[in-house]
């Protein structure tokens, strides 16, 4: 499963932006999708994630009440839609995807074993 990211850019503290991730061929074992992040100077930090089953999300505490992650499955695609950007969420954006069906995910790196080339996004003044 090949993954694409898109809708990194440019944008000042306080503005938002909206990731997505696509699945580059249809299928219906889409599993779970996870969101990381790679700042400079940084270990890749998980941000959030979204199981198959039931479509249960997490979001890491940093960035709860300002991220949140959703699935269109007839577009083949998990948005992460981003609000009141700061500096500090600045890095790469990365989606992933488990190769197993999971109820609840997890936004750990290793469970993940396809994953997109990322896309890059700059909050800044």
């Known amino acids: 499963l090949r993954l694409v990211e898109s809708g990194g850019g440019l944008v000042q503290p306080g503005g938002s932006l909206r990731l997505s991730c696509t699945a580059s061929?249809?299928?219906?074992?889409?599993?779970?999708i996870g969101w990381f992040r790679q700042s400079p100077g940084k270990e890749r930090e998980g941000i959030a994630c979204i199981s198959d089953i039931g479509d249960n999300t997490f979001v890491t505490e940093s960035a709860k009440g300002r991220f949140t992650i959703s699935r269109d499955y007839a577009k083949n695609t998990v948005d992460l839609t981003m609000n009141d950007l700061k500096p500090e969420d600045t890095g790469v954006y990365s989606c992933a995807s488990q190769g197993v069906h999971v109820q609840f995910c997890a936004i750990v790196p290793g469970p993940y074993e396809d994953w997109g080339q990322g896309t890059q996004v700059n909050v800044s003044l």
């Open positions: 061929e249809f299928t219906s074992d889409f599993y779970s």
